[in-house]
């Protein structure tokens, strides 16, 4: 059974690389389950310029203090471990504005990587500590997907793939969309959070009885009042 999840994420955000591990878990649980999964973008801070900021004093003012920021770089390399995902913060020095990013994979999903993107930019940032605000680093990764300097550039300075990657995030954020990761199954359904794989798991189950139930109403036998015929 298909069942359509849409992923609404941000580079940025270290609970969105959690959850993607988590719903690979939770779809390894349900194996009769085909997933057609397509990410969504949103951007957790727009006002971050084009050129970065530094990420400890940009957190520190976020969160009230370097002790806080500490423990919440602490308890994400936790969370991170029992995922497999090598979280450093440690060697982290700037934070990025994502809207290019999200213009690469926008270009990435018609040519059937996006997804793979997403990971290598989820890696480059949380695990390598790649500024992802430098263009020539963006760059060295594209290149990794046979994308030339070129290539990349001419997307970048693509305006019209510049407001439609807005215009999505309008969207999701004119549905309710606010935190991410934001989980949408079927277009119908929504998570929010990196849920624990039992949760989403269960979540696609049910979701599946729920098809499965409306299947059968709509493939059971009947009669039709217009044509008499009872099948």
Known sequence: ??????????????????????????????????????????????????????????????????????????????VGDAEGIAFDFSKMERTMNTLPLHVLMLEAEKEGFKAKLKE?????????????????????????????????????????????????????QSRGVSAVPFFIFNEKYGISGAQPPQVLADTLRQIQQEMAAETSIAAGERCDVESGECL
């Not at 695990?127 to 997907?145: C, H, Q």
């Not at 030339?148 to 693509?158: W, Y």
Request: aromatic share 12%.
């Open 120 to 172: 290598r930019f989820f890696k480059a940032y949380f695990e390598e500590a790649t500024d992802l605000s430098r263009t020539e680093n963006v760059v060295k990764i594209m290149a990794e997907f046979d994308w030339s300097a070129e290539k990349v550039n001419g997307i970048l300075e693509n305006t019209g793939m510049l407001e439609e990657v807005k215009a999505k995030i309008s969207y999701f």
């Open 1 to 78: 059974m298909n069942i359509k999840i849409d992923i609404v994420s941000d580079v940025a955000c270290p609970w969105c690389y959690v959850g993607k591990s988590r719903l690979e878990k939770a779809l390894a649980m349900v194996p009769e389950i085909n997933a057609d999964i397509t990410w969504q973008p949103f951007q957790l801070d727009p006002t971050v310029p084009k050129e970065g900021r530094d990420l400890k004093p940009y957190y520190e003012a976020k969160f009230g203090s370097a002790e806080k920021v500490q423990q919440i770089f602490e308890h994400m390399e936790s």
